[in-house]
């Protein structure tokens, strides 16, 4: 739940289930004013009107931890960890927000934006691409136009950006500023400070980061999985991942036959990359990360109709 500090407008995220039917005083931290929010009970009407939000990711442990940090918010997840599942459960359960992994099993990012727009019933859905390499430096330039869809999240700005930008979707409010700091909760006479509230905030913020890390190693990493599978999946993150950054250049290189020029510096530093996770020769000869560049570019030749 977003409040708003009436005397200077900042904005602050507080966890409704939690505090469901009390009586809380903030403190803001950017004016200091002091401000009283009455959250109401959650009721059994309320908890049917719940806002449902996919979870579109192969990797089970990614998408509980992720389902964790919308519970939290009051939002009910529900999962997909193919794109044949997910399109048949958002046509069951019709949830109004979509977190969809650029990279997901069995359809590309923009092969489901395009399936939902012209979906009866789930046109209006809200996107969220999530981009795959867990890597803060990899990209320092915003995505092209995102397929349609509505906004990205990169991994390791799930647990401080995700539940605002779901917000923000769903009611058209202006971004909210995550540096603010921490508002003071006074509650049965106990008070949270700035500091300690900042320090509690690093703290959950870290504690995800850590499970997102985990999850992701546990994806292209389990000793279980034979490697060349995942290779196999490690390609098709990277190519996913580049497929987000770099449309406007793909569909250049497509529709001009000279995607191999224009996306030069990007495929080089994919197969390094790839290199140094998957060094074997047998992997190498394999051609795997090579087969991922070209059934993206086939099945985006589609969508543009190339």
């Not at 009283?36 to 959650?42: A, C, F, G, W």
């Not at 202006?174 to 106990?190: C, K």
């Amino acid at each position: 739940m977003i409040v708003k500090c009436p005397a200077c407008a900042a904005r602050f995220h507080l966890e409704r289930e939690k505090l469901a039917g009390k009586r809380v005083t903030l403190r803001c931290a950017r004016c200091r004013s002091p401000f009283k929010v009455e959250l109401p009970h959650n009721t059994p009407l309320q908890a049917e009107k719940k806002v449902r939000v996919m979870i579109a990711h192969s990797d089970r442990e990614l998408c509980d931890t992720i389902n964790a940090i919308l519970a939290g918010a009051g939002f009910e997840g529900i999962f997909g960890h193919c794109g044949a599942e997910v399109l048949a459960t958002m046509d069951a359960v019709r949830p109004q927000v979509a977190v969809v992994d650029v990279a997901l099993q069995g359809l590309y990012a923009f092969e489901v934006v395009d399936t939902l727009r012209s979906r009866p019933g789930l046109e209006n859905v809200k996107i969220i691409l999530l981009s795959s390499v867990y890597n803060k430096a990899a990209y320092k330039r915003q995505p092209y136009s995102l397929y349609g869809a509505d906004d990205y999240i990169e991994k390791h700005h799930i647990p401080d950006d995700l539940i605002l930008k779901i917000n923000r979707l769903l009611v058209g409010a202006a971004e909210v500023d995550t540096h603010d700091g921490v508002g003071e909760i006074e509650e049965s006479g106990q008070q949270l400070s700035p500091a300690e509230g900042a320090s509690q905030a690093l703290d959950f913020i870290h504690s995800i980061n850590e499970k997102i890390k985990t999850a992701e190693n546990h994806e292209i990493s389990a000793e279980s999985v034979p490697e060349r599978e995942r290779a196999e999946r490690l390609a098709r993150i990277i190519v996913s991942d580049i497929s987000l950054y770099h449309q406007d250049r793909i569909d250049e290189g497509i529709l001009e036959g000279s995607w191999s020029k224009l996306l030069a510096a990007e495929i080089k530093e994919a197969r390094r990359l790839f290199g140094e996770r998957f060094p074997s020769p047998q992997i190498q000869n394999s051609k795997i990360l090579e087969a991922a560049f070209l059934d993206l570019l086939e099945k985006r030749s589609r969508e543009l109709g190339a």
